[in-house]
């Protein structure tokens, strides 16, 4: 039995690499089941022995792409977000970044940037409230705020392959996560680095 559920494993894995590979070069409109099957070297019906359709084979990467709780950044302390903060959703980043470098791209789900921050909202929702007295509503705006700012920094600095430095990348979304992005504004006070 335990030998079967390895097999079963394997076939359904290779199917995803075989999906995987056309994906990261092509929109998903433009995959077939055939392809993947052909690809993969199985016929059409062990393909739906795992998955309903192309679709259902990208949800299920996605899902396992979405953070689990061990892999989510420290809670925030005392509503402040920290440079430690910025630096594991960094590495929480940089860890999956094969999978998400394409599922964000511009072939990539475009669903999936609120899949993602979603995931990470609603845990720490619900991690902050165990903390008890948490004026949901605010806390849910400030995440969707502080998610997407950094989720689209993330996007732009690995996907233009920015050779920024990890400690200079978490000083920029610290800083512009503190609010010092409108004082630099007004003032006008910018360091140009190269």
Request: some cysteine; overall charge negative; charged content about 25%.
């Amino acid at each position: 039995m335990h030998k079967h559920s390895e097999t079963s494993e394997r076939t359904r894995q290779n199917l995803i690499d075989a999906f995987w590979s056309l994906y990261t070069t092509r929109r998903i409109e433009k995959i077939t089941v055939r392809e993947i099957t052909t690809k993969a070297g199985y016929n059409r019906g062990t393909f739906y022995e795992y998955f309903c359709d192309v679709y259902d084979v990208l949800e299920q990467i996605e899902a396992q792409a979405l953070p689990s709780f061990g892999e989510l950044p420290p809670i925030l302390d005392a509503g402040e977000v920290t440079p430690v903060f910025v630096t594991s959703f960094l590495s929480l980043y940089r860890d999956k970044l094969t999978v998400y470098d394409v599922l964000l791209g511009d072939k990539g789900d475009p669903a999936f940037q609120r899949k993602l921050k979603n995931s990470i909202k609603s845990t720490l929702l619900e991690m902050l409230s165990k903390k008890g007295n948490v004026n949901f509503i605010e806390v849910d705006l400030m995440l969707e705020y502080i998610l997407s700012g950094l989720i689209g920094i993330l996007i732009y600095a690995f996907q233009n392959r920015q050779n920024i430095p990890e400690d200079q990348l978490v000083s920029i979304i610290y800083n512009l996560l503190q609010g010092d992005m409108s004082h630099k504004l007004q003032g006008g006070a910018f360091t140009i680095r190269s």
